[in-house]
């Protein structure tokens, strides 16, 4: 069955980076679309960056742009999330998602479990 499971996550100071992984399993990953969705304490889930099959990315929340870098690996099968200048809006529970094409559309159709970020002094 599909599995996306995350890595990564943990406490950082403001300004520091932290580099979150996925990796999947159970579907042909480069088939599709993956990328980042979060959610902050007591908010609903946003999309962060998507990145396409090929590996174009598109940004979906405007403040991570510039310090947020997707990549993915299709040999191995995973897709990571390097995050710098850390901000303590960042904060949140970080998913692993699919899109259900080979572009990104912002829809998502598979989840991992999450992982935490926390930004804080």
């Known amino acids: 069955q599909v599995q996306l499971v995350e890595s990564g996550g943990g406490l950082v100071q403001p300004g520091g980076s932290l580099r979150l992984s996925c990796e999947a399993s159970?579907?042909?990953?480069?088939?599709?679309?993956a990328g980042w969705v979060r959610q902050a304490p007591g908010k609903d889930r946003e999309g962060v960056v998507c990145?396409?099959?090929?590996?174009?990315?598109?940004y979906y929340t405007n403040s991570v742009k510039g310090r947020f870098t997707t990549s993915r690996d299709n040999y191995e099968n995973t897709v990571t999330l390097e995050m710098s200048n850390l901000k303590p809006e960042d904060s949140g529970i970080y998913y692993c998602?699919?899109?259900?094409?080979?572009?990104?559309?912002?829809?998502?159709?598979?989840w991992g479990q999450g992982t935490q970020v926390t930004v804080s002094s």
């Open positions: 998602a699919t899109e259900p094409t080979d572009s990104c559309s912002g829809v998502n159709d598979y």
């Open positions: 990145i396409s099959s090929s590996g174009v990315p598109t």
């Open positions: 159970g579907f042909t990953f480069d088939f599709f679309a």
